[in-house]
């Protein structure tokens, strides 16, 4: 099965500082997401990472804060913009495709101090 | 709108005996999947079974089977001869069927912490 990639395992940032997470995909997927997953919760959803074209946000969620890029179908980024406290969480990347269910990077503990 | 609900957030049980953790789930897709994902303490997420909605028959995969009752939304995972591996964070998730798959976009429940003890 595939495997994702994704980096860094776990960060310490400044506040007001930017952070960008890579996942990168073994093979081509046809589709890439982004979770948030706050200390002790459950996950939800960011974005649908589009591979070519601009990511389709959740509620809540805005592209000037989690700007995504997937420039291509095995690789996305996600960046946390203009860092708080309340951004700490773990953020986790999945693929899916047409095969497959969806399988998950091995996801980034963020600590914004 | 999907919505997952586990309401046991903690479960314990002894090594080699069976545990049921529960979910119950809302969906407004006529045609969807189920699924328990495992989140050991390295964080990654680990699919361990899956159900199709229009499907009866319960799934089954090794020690881990699940009771799906549709009418009920109720979709709840046995874990049978359970291994101190399998102490996890375990979480119900649900998607809209893309057959033969879900598109991989999920909601998830909130999860249930199960320690399995020596």
Redesign the interface.
């Given at each position: 099965s595939a495997v994702i990639s994704q980096k860094p395992s776990r960060d310490i940032c400044q506040r007001g500082t930017s952070l960008t997470i890579q996942c990168q995909v073994d093979s081509q997927v046809t589709m890439m997401f982004w979770y948030r997953q706050q200390p002790g919760q459950s996950l939800t959803l960011i974005a649908t990472a589009n591979q070519g074209s601009e990511a389709t946000y959740e509620s809540g969620f805005v592209i000037d804060k989690f700007p995504i890029s997937r420039p291509n179908l095995t690789f996305s980024t996600l960046t946390v913009s203009n860092m708080s406290p309340e951004d700490s969480s773990i953020y986790l990347c999945s693929g899916r495709d047409r095969n497959t269910e969806a399988f998950f990077g091995q996801g980034t503990r963020l600590t914004v101090v | 709108a999907q919505t997952v609900t586990q309401s046991q957030p903690e479960m314990s049980v002894q090594e080699a005996e069976t545990v049921t953790l529960s979910c119950t789930y809302d969906t407004s897709e006529s045609n969807y999947?189920l699924?328990w994902y495992k989140q050991p303490p390295?964080?990654?997420?680990i699919?361990v079974i899956?159900q199709e909605a229009y499907k009866q028959q319960n799934a089954t995969e090794n020690r881990f089977s699940v009771n799906f009752q549709k009418a009920a939304k109720s979709f709840s995972l046995k874990i049978s001869d359970s291994q101190l591996g399998d102490t996890a964070m375990y979480?119900c998730a649900s998607?809209a069927n893309?057959g033969?798959?879900?598109?991989?976009?999920?909601?998830?429940?909130?999860?249930t912490i199960l320690t399995v003890h020596p």
């Amino acid at each position: 099965s595939a495997v994702i990639s994704q980096k860094p395992s776990r960060d310490i940032c400044q506040r007001g500082t930017s952070l960008t997470i890579q996942c990168q995909v073994d093979s081509q997927v046809t589709m890439m997401f982004w979770y948030r997953q706050q200390p002790g919760q459950s996950l939800t959803l960011i974005a649908t990472a589009n591979q070519g074209s601009e990511a389709t946000y959740e509620s809540g969620f805005v592209i000037d804060k989690f700007p995504i890029s997937r420039p291509n179908l095995t690789f996305s980024t996600l960046t946390v913009s203009n860092m708080s406290p309340e951004d700490s969480s773990i953020y986790l990347c999945s693929g899916r495709d047409r095969n497959t269910e969806a399988f998950f990077g091995q996801g980034t503990r963020l600590t914004v101090v | 709108a999907q919505t997952v609900t586990q309401s046991q957030p903690e479960m314990s049980v002894q090594e080699a005996e069976t545990v049921t953790l529960s979910c119950t789930y809302d969906t407004s897709e006529s045609n969807y999947y189920l699924f328990w994902y495992k989140q050991p303490p390295s964080r990654q997420m680990i699919l361990v079974i899956r159900q199709e909605a229009y499907k009866q028959q319960n799934a089954t995969e090794n020690r881990f089977s699940v009771n799906f009752q549709k009418a009920a939304k109720s979709f709840s995972l046995k874990i049978s001869d359970s291994q101190l591996g399998d102490t996890a964070m375990y979480f119900c998730a649900s998607g809209a069927n893309a057959g033969g798959t879900s598109y991989g976009k999920l909601t998830f429940g909130q999860g249930t912490i199960l320690t399995v003890h020596p």
